[in-house]
């Protein structure tokens, strides 16, 4: 079992409407919890952290997090072209190295 | 802001060559990462470091070493290029403990030829 499992992609979604990107993790001592954007041919850049149980909302984007379910996501609300990349879920098992996802690609269509 | 510097954005080396990938960092993190990534495959972990001269393998460290003399540079060396050593190398930097993320470098693209 992958220690940070993602929805597979891609997910198509028109402009305006949420993109719903779902994560799961193995370790249940996990603490801290992360979502990057990577754009196509650039490096991660980090967009949420969230480390208790509900919602994180920044912008456009929450973060949801059950640690009883080892379930963490990311909504996209009223999403933009400018949306389109790959999201990468990680989490933190300890103090030093992070755990990724495979990531999930969304294209947002006009 | 947190700046993690890479010293080259694209390179072109030949088969058999020692190459040199430099990473800096200016925000006094303890850890420093380096990766590859290539389609399909996501991240992979190279080698990482949590202190100075000291060093861990990661999942992936055949054909490469690393070196970490000062706290703020953490260099990446292939040995010997080959061209199965193609791909992009991120590195990154975090302080110690569960609640730090990475910041990552914008990336070398690395071709051997």
């Known amino acids: 079992q992958k220690e940070v499992e993602q929805n597979s992609g891609p997910l198509s979604v028109p402009e305006g409407a949420i993109a719903s990107l779902n994560c799961t993790y193995s370790d249940r001592g996990s603490q801290s919890f992360f979502w990057y954007r990577q754009y196509s041919g650039k490096s991660p850049e980090l967009i949420m952290s969230?480390?208790?149980?509900g919602d994180k909302e920044d912008g456009r984007f929450t973060a949801q997090l059950n640690k009883a379910s080892q379930y963490v996501s990311l909504l996209i609300r009223d999403s933009q072209p400018s949306d389109s990349a790959t999201y990468l879920c990680?989490?933190?098992?300890?103090?030093?190295?992070?755990?990724f996802g495979a990531g999930t690609t969304v294209t947002v269509r006009a | 802001d947190v700046k993690v510097t890479q010293s080259s954005r694209y390179l072109v080396k030949r088969t058999g060559e020692k190459v040199f990938l430099e990473c800096v960092q200016d925000?006094?993190?303890?850890?420093m990462f380096w990766y590859r990534q290539d389609p399909g495959l996501g991240l992979r972990l190279i080698y990482f470091?949590?202190?100075?001269?000291?060093?861990e393998k990661g999942d992936i460290p055949e054909g490469y070493s690393v070196s970490r003399e000062k706290k703020e540079r953490f260099s990446l060396i292939l040995e010997s290029a080959s061209t199965n050593q193609t791909s992009m190398y991120l590195c990154?930097?975090?302080?110690?403990?569960?609640?730090?993320?990475?910041?990552f470098g914008s990336g070398t693209r690395l071709t051997v030829v």
């Open positions: 470091s949590y202190d100075v001269k000291m060093k």
């Open positions: 990680a989490v933190n098992p300890n103090d030093y190295k992070l755990s």
């Open positions: 969230i480390y208790s149980n």
């Open positions: 990154a930097s975090s302080l110690t403990g569960s609640g730090y993320g990475y910041t």
């Open positions: 925000m006094d993190h303890e850890n």
